[in-house]
């Protein structure tokens, strides 16, 4: 027999959590579906676990950097059980708790397992722990995600690559990681390794590393990286791939890649395959409720979150654009005042802000240089390099610049690129000022306390003028 909800949830992660959580509180019935670990990709194999790697690889960084500070230090050594261990423990302290307070809310039914459309309103979920459970919803909301994308290249099915999950799982530092993919994700990783002591090679099919920035800042990022020692080789295209087993248990990972007319190859002892994501909806029997994905899976929904089946709604990264944790919890926000506040609420026309944690982080929100020049827009740009920001000076953390880009008929601001230290932090108050309407001049003539990064906006602004 069908158990009837209010609401069923398939997918806990950063829209689905928080939209059970709340839609139980209203007083639904909400049953919340959950394939394999509560919390999706954030706190699992995504968000918290890279970061607190993230975290780690800066300190050894800046312990090889203690010198210059005045600082004596012995050699610097990378323990990558030790590493694993503080990021599996944080994860599970997140995971954990989260599914505790899942179990004990009134109101919200947890199953764990896998679901399956039976229809528009109804679901089966086969459970991880044996036997099957069917549903049926007044309202069904898709939030299953991402998971790493696999590109077709020949030979790849015999090698032993690794993606961005289990990287994560490695007990050792590769001695030459090979990292298919010039995005955020391959960037991030591949500048992790660099700091943990592995030799580094990105290989970028596209004309620049991260493809959808302004020119200036990927090549300003390309620097970066290329100063810590990190091979970045743009325009190339990888070929074909092999592994050639060598003494013991190793093995040598060999990379056919094309570049300018010419083949070459790369040895490495490790690849990271970054080369995208793709939506988990080809196991949900989407055709059998109707509901439309596009050519590459995502489901089609409108403004309002809607799929073309009434009474279906998906959030969160597997409707397709920005694949952000902060514009999924957004998505829950705004379909928790259309079920139950009775609101009006859309996704169109936020903003969209996001933080690479590179180190300098690259801060970004709102229009960039290119793409408002590409519109036809009157623009000004205020530009600074971190060389000329006090605060940047005196804690020896230069590199890279801020960059905001204006409207020059109203004085608002429409965009920024911050690279540098804090660059998300920075980026963040310009988002604010940005959500104020504030014009650039506010900025400009603003006390900020002394020495702080935000008074560099001060002479940022005054850059235009």
């Known amino acids: ?7 069923i949830i ?3 992660g950063q829209a689905g959590n928080p939209l059970a959580d709340e839609l139980a509180g ?3 019935n909400v049953a919340l579906v959950e394939r394999e670990h509560v919390g999706g990709t954030c706190v699992n194999v995504g968000c918290t676990p890279t970061k607190t790697m993230v975290a780690s690889a800066r300190v050894a960084y800046l312990a090889r950097r203690a010198l210059d500070y005045g600082v004596h230090t012995g050699p610097v050594r990378v323990d990558m059980d030790t590493v694993r261990q503080r990021k599996r423990d944080i994860v599970n302290e997140w995971r954990d708790g989260k599914q505790r307070h899942f179990e004990r809310t009134e109101r919200l039914t947890l199953l764990l397992g896998e679901a399956r459309f039976t229809g528009t309103s ?5 459970l991880i722990n044996g036997g099957t459970r069917y549903l049926t919803g007044g309202r069904i909301i ?5 998971r790493p994308a696999i590109p077709p290249l020949p030979g790849l099915e015999h090698v032993p690559f690794l993606d961005s999950t289990s990287i994560m799982e490695l007990d050792v530092v590769p001695e030459h990681l090979l990292v298919l993919g010039g995005g955020y994700v391959g960037l991030e990783f591949g500048q992790m390794f660099r700091r943990f002591g592995s030799r580094v090679t990105i290989v970028q099919r596209g004309p620049q590393l991260l493809g959808r920035e302004d ?3 990927a090549t300003a990022v390309a620097d970066i990286l290329r100063e810590d020692g990190i091979d970045a080789l743009l325009a190339t295209e990888a070929v074909r791939v092999a592994a050639e087993r060598g003494g013991g248990s190793a093995s040598t990972i060999e990379l056919i890649v094309r570049g300018r007319g010419e083949e070459g190859s790369i040895a490495g002892s490790h690849l990271l395959v970054a080369t995208g994501r793709v939506p988990n909806t080809d196991r949900l029997n989407l055709e059998v409720a109707g509901v439309q994905t596009d050519a590459h899976g995502y489901i089609q929904v409108n403004e309002r979150l809607e799929t073309n089946v009434p009474g279906i709604y998906a959030i969160g990264d597997v409707k397709g654009g920005p694949a952000f944790t902060h514009i999924s919890y957004h998505d829950s926000v705004v379909l928790l005042d259309r079920l139950v506040h009775g609101r009006e609420a859309t996704i169109d026309g936020r903003l969209v802000p996001y933080t690479v944690f590179l180190d300098p982080q690259l801060g970004r929100v709102g229009l960039g240089e290119d793409e408002a020049r590409a519109q036809g827009r009157r623009i000004k740009v205020a530009k600074l390099p971190m060389e000329d920001v006090a605060r940047a000076i005196e804690v020896d953390e230069t590199r890279g610049f801020m960059k905001v880009v204006v409207d020059a008929d109203t004085d608002q601001i429409l965009g920024c690129a911050m690279l540098g230290i804090e660059g998300g932090e920075i980026m963040s108050m310009i988002e604010i000022a940005m959500m104020g309407k504030l014009p650039y001049t506010a900025l400009r003539d603003g006390i900020f306390a002394h020495p702080t990064l935000a008074e560099s906006l001060n002479n940022l602004f005054y850059t235009i003028d």
Not at 1 to 7: C, G, I, L, N, T
Not at 142 to 146: A, K, S
Request: glycine residues 12%.
């Open 1 to 7: 027999m069908s158990e009837p909800f209010d609401a």
């Open 10 to 12: 398939v997918g806990s």
């Open 26 to 28: 209203a007083g639904w």
């Open 122 to 126: 109804s679901v089966e979920v086969r």
């Open 142 to 146: 898709i939030n299953t995600g991402l």
């Open 215 to 217: 020119n200036d800042v």
